[in-house]
């Protein structure tokens, strides 16, 4: 079974910075594509960034420069670095990990940002 969990949600200050990483039950990971979603409040959930088992990613326009999407397939593992937070970054974050017609979500971390 294919499990996700996340960690590294938290408050922090416009400006500043954290990491959401998405440990990845399972041999799935290697060949999957990871991808980061948010849900503001009140707001429809949000594409933020996807990696593919090459390497390739990909940004919303709204987090391009501040953002890194990473995979350590060593450790099964994906991570969000996130830079020059701002207040509309608030969100809960989810990781989720496509392959073929399968998809598999974590739980969910909040993230707020707020002075």
């Known amino acids: 079974q294919v499990q996700l969990v996340e960690s590294g949600g938290g408050f922090v200050q416009p400006g500043g910075s954290l990491r959401l990483s998405c440990v990845v039950s399972?041999?799935?990971?290697?060949?999957?594509?990871m991808v980061w979603y948010r849900q503001p409040p009140g707001k429809q959930r949000e594409l933020v960034a996807n990696i593919n088992s090459r390497g390739s990613t990909n940004y919303v326009d709204s987090v391009k420069g501040r953002f890194t999407i990473s995979r350590d397939e060593a450790k099964s593992t994906g991570y969000l670095q996130m830079d020059r937070l701002k207040p509309e970054d608030t969100a809960v974050y989810y990781c989720?990990?496509?392959?073929?017609?399968?998809?598999?979500w974590g739980q969910g971390t909040q993230v707020t940002v707020s002075s």
């Open positions: 399972g041999s799935i990971f290697r060949i999957g594509v």
């Open positions: 989720n990990l496509k392959w073929q017609s399968f998809e598999y």
